[in-house]
């Protein structure tokens, strides 16, 4: 099947001949992942957006693609000309589809799932709203790969170890404190599913997932013994006898199944039900305790090694990013360029970096009106050309084996730059440095820290349609729970309270469809300031080191303790990155950093 609308209509023949009513088809894996490898692209497949957030609901009448503000000029471009239609969410993350569904189904009706797609907390939300009209929610695991028939395989490149000298942390010492836990608990076993937390526990990377180093597994662990559940013909010898040592089982990944129902029959299970799958949650059959992820809690939380070789890639991705601008600069003075390929030069910068292992994601490289597709990808064919003029956005981000790096710049190119543009610039600027150099109690949440960011925005009439910031990883996933910063109560980042030693983007931006985008971010680490008879306050520091162009800035509108901050980071950023250049480097970015 070569198109869309022919997928879509093989599936309603399924769902016809099934008595299904609804199938809903979630963007996740059955780890709950936000990036997932290609055998799980299923929502891809079925309806042509390639964004990392969505969920396609498909009935007898309509194809609904819920989503939220990032990808609406998205869905737009990419479902064109097909059966796909874009359903806006007003929540970014929240499960709208389902209150939808819920009205438009009739009673008795049959929704379709994957049950392995959906987390015990999901299955539960379906079932809460569509109980009213004895709407019920059925497992179908074979029913879309019947009508995919060419789907890709299962991961199954090498699993490696991941050095203690970039982890921080032996596998033994994490393992522990889960056991302890466990004890804590008066429970058998802790059951984990997320692939960042189990890659973190056990200290393991592979290349399951694009642009993320994460293993495709299940673990169980227990106070005697600790079983993992992913391929056995992906470890070396070397390492089957590290984790036998450590009395760790690894086992077949698709044995979770068959085993999982033994041993737990009887036992006491702790797990989180927000990344625990409904099969999983289904083939449990022993008490469970459910809590928020210990080792999500535990990961989020940066030891001093990681904190330490995450500065240091810091500091590689500047230099990278330096050569890149320089590049780009002179080249097009002569040429223009396709954003296509500005993307993969600047991922040739960073290639040449000691430890680089990857991108952390595929880069963003918007030019003019593209810059305001917030996820936008520019395609090989027909990306538009860039010219000496106007603007640039570029996000991206590296994956180094001893860290992850997440950065934005938008830069003028040439040309008269217009009032409008200066001012969404500064305010945008005055809201990243706002929040750069908040003081907060401890206890404050991402929610209440988000504003802050928003507030210069909004008191020009602007503002932006997605969070100011998020977690971020140790080679590992370039977006981490728990913490960031949200205008909304619908995930972790809006709720979670932030906590020393945490990695977190700050990244506000504004955008005017077909005209321009504008971001800047940079990651900041979260530390303590002070404990005083009010409490204790933690602030943030700037660990990003790259110039933030000064163009566009309109000086009138920074009050002297903005000028202030942002001539003390660029004086930071060329300590830092200016002793591992070449005199031209140098005299490049010396000039960037100057004073305004």
């Not at 989503?67 to 998205?74: E, M, P, S």
């Not at 780009?328 to 003075?333: A, D, P, V």
């Not at 992850?404 to 190119?413: F, G, S």
């Not at 929610?447 to 020009?460: E, G, V």
């Amino acid at each position: 099947m070569t198109t869309i609308n022919e997928r879509i209509e093989a599936l309603r023949a399924k769902m016809k001949a099934n008595n299904i009513d609804a199938f809903i088809i979630p963007s996740s894996d059955p780890h709950q992942s936000e990036y997932v490898c290609d055998y799980w692209k299923v929502r891809v497949w079925f309806s042509g957006f390639t964004g990392s957030a969505g969920t396609l609901v498909v009935t007898q009448n309509e194809a609904a693609m819920w989503t939220d503000g990032r990808y609406f000029l998205q869905v737009e471009d990419q479902c064109a000309d097909t059966c796909v239609e874009l359903y806006k969410q007003q929540i970014p993350h929240a499960p709208e589809h389902i209150p939808w569904l819920a009205e438009v189904l009739n009673e008795n009706a049959v929704i379709g799932i994957d049950y392995r797609q959906f987390s015990k907390s999901q299955y539960d939300y379906i079932q809460c709203l569509t109980s009213e009209k004895n709407i019920e929610t059925k497992n179908y695991p074979h029913l879309l790969g019947e009508i995919w028939q060419d789907r890709p395989e299962l991961p199954s490149d090498e699993v490696k170890i991941h050095p203690i000298e970039f982890s921080g942390e032996s596998t033994a010492s994490k393992l522990n404190k889960v056991k302890a836990e466990i004890k804590n608990q008066k429970a058998n076993y802790y059951f984990l599913s997320s692939l960042d937390d189990i890659a973190w526990l056990f200290n393991i990377r592979s290349t399951d997932i694009d642009f993320t180093p994460l293993v495709t597994a299940y673990a169980l662990v227990g106070e005697e013994k600790t079983y993992l559940f992913s391929d056995t013909s992906r470890y070396n010898s070397k390492t089957i006898e590290i984790f036998k040592q450590l009395n760790v089982e690894v086992l077949n990944y698709d044995l979770i199944a068959e085993k999982l129902p033994i041993l737990s029959e009887g036992k006491i299970i702790v797990t989180d039900a927000a990344s625990l799958n409904y099969a999983s949650f289904d083939g449990i059959k022993g008490e469970i305790i459910f809590q928020q992820s210990l080792v999500q809690q535990l990961k989020a939380v940066k030891n001093e090694v990681e904190i330490e070789n995450t500065k240091k890639c810091m500091l590689k991705d500047g230099v990278a990013l330096t050569r890149f601008y320089m590049w780009l600069e002179e080249t097009l003075e002569n040429q223009e360029l396709s954003e296509y390929e500005i993307g993969k030069k600047l991922t040739s910068y960073r290639a040449e970096q000691p430890l680089y292992k990857d991108d952390s994601f595929s880069s963003i490289v918007g030019y003019k009106g593209n810059g305001a597709i917030i996820h936008y990808s520019a395609p090989k064919e027909g990306s538009a050309m860039v010219k000496k003029e106007n603007l640039l956005l570029i996000d991206s981000g590296g994956q180094y084996e001893n860290g992850t790096t997440d950065i934005t710049r938008t830069v003028w190119l040439g040309g008269e730059i217009s009032d409008e543009i200066k001012t969404a610039y500064t305010s945008v600027l005055k809201g990243h440095i706002e929040l750069d150099q908040m003081k907060f109690p401890k206890g404050t949440i991402g929610i209440q820290l988000d504003a802050f960011a928003r507030m210069h925005l909004w008191k020009q009439g602007l503002n932006f349609p997605h969070g100011t910031g998020h977690g971020i990883g140790s080679y590992a996933m370039v977006h981490e729970p728990t913490q960031g910063f949200a205008g909304n109560l619908a995930t972790s980042r809006g709720t979670e309270a932030h906590k020393p030693n945490q990695f977190t983007t700050i990244e506000p931006g504004c955008y005017k469809k077909d005209t321009y985008g504008i971001r800047i971010e940079n990651v900041v680490v979260s530390k303590e300031l002070e404990t005083n008879s009010f409490g204790t306050f933690y602030g943030f520091e700037a660990i990003t080191v790259f110039p933030i162009d000064t163009q566009l800035i309109d000086k009138k509108l920074l009050i002297p303790s903005e000028i202030n901050w942002l001539n003390n980071y660029h004086k930071k950023v060329y300590e830092i990155i200016s002793p591992k250049l070449k005199p031209s480097e140098k005299d490049w970015l010396k000039e960037k950093c100057k004073e305004i």
